[in-house]
């Protein structure tokens, strides 16, 4: 499996603040890019996805933040929420339906 | 987006001895996958689950390890075979939807003494 390098390994955030996690791929046969959210004792849950012909994807206080030509992609979370306490996993796959590779995970804290 | 359910959700085991778990779907799809989460690590894929054909095991995973059966499109299940203390982890199935997007079960989470 092609590796996904994501920063920071943990992340601390006041609320109300910007929470952003980054990753960066090699395999550029990578052509689906989606983040998960992880609670505690929970499998992981979609959050927000991007494919490489749109540089950015919003939803709620949700951003994808997309550079194909340097191999990376981020997540912006804006107003961040003592809820959104979780581990973040970027991954990638070579189209939605295939095999995901996934980064190492950010655990973020929100502190209230 | 799918309902999966997996049992048990969580087991302790004793070293040498297998445990199955199964994955149900509430409706028929195409690509189920299993996936390893080590303690406070991130996800790796063991096998793609293949339905009426052998599992597709990822490198460092093999049948004899890691067994799955697949009888059709809406189940599927994992054994871990002979286990050891390095073998604890949560074991999570993944489905693909006609929406192109992957959905994870709630993961089973094994503990082996």
């Known amino acids: 499996q092609q590796q996904v390098k994501q920063s920071p390994q943990s992340l601390i955030v006041q609320k109300g603040g910007i929470s952003i996690i980054n990753c960066a791929y090699e395999?550029?046969?990578?052509?689906?890019f989606p983040w998960y959210q992880q609670f505690p004792g929970k499998g992981p849950a979609l959050l927000i996805a991007?494919?490489?012909?749109?540089s950015e994807k919003k939803e709620g206080r949700f951003t994808i933040s997309f550079n194909k030509s340097a191999k990376q992609f981020s997540l912006h979370i804006m107003d961040s929420q003592p809820g959104d306490s979780a581990t973040y996993f970027c991954?990638?796959?070579?189209?939605?339906?295939?095999?995901?590779?996934f980064g190492g995970g950010t655990r973020l804290m929100v502190k209230p | 987006s799918a309902v999966i359910s997996q049992k048990p959700s969580r087991d302790i085991c004793q070293r040498g001895t297998s445990l199955t778990i199964q994955c149900q779907v509430d409706?028929?799809?195409?690509?189920m996958f299993w996936y390893r989460q080590q303690p406070g690590q991130s996800l790796t894929l063991i096998a793609t689950?293949?339905?009426?054909?052998?599992?597709?095991?990822e490198s460092g995973f093999v049948i004899d390890k890691f067994p799955i059966s697949r009888p059709n499109l809406t189940f599927s299940t994992l054994t871990v075979s002979n286990m050891s203390p390095e073998d604890s982890s949560i074991y999570l199935c993944s489905v693909e939807q006609s929406t192109d997007t992957q959905y994870f079960g709630p993961g089973t989470r094994l503990t082996v003494l």
């Open positions: 409706s028929q799809v195409t690509m």
């Open positions: 991954a990638a796959s070579r189209n939605a339906g295939n095999m995901l590779t």
């Open positions: 991007i494919r490489p012909d749109v």
């Open positions: 689950a293949n339905q009426g054909s052998e599992a597709t095991y």
């Open positions: 395999n550029t046969a990578f052509d689906y």
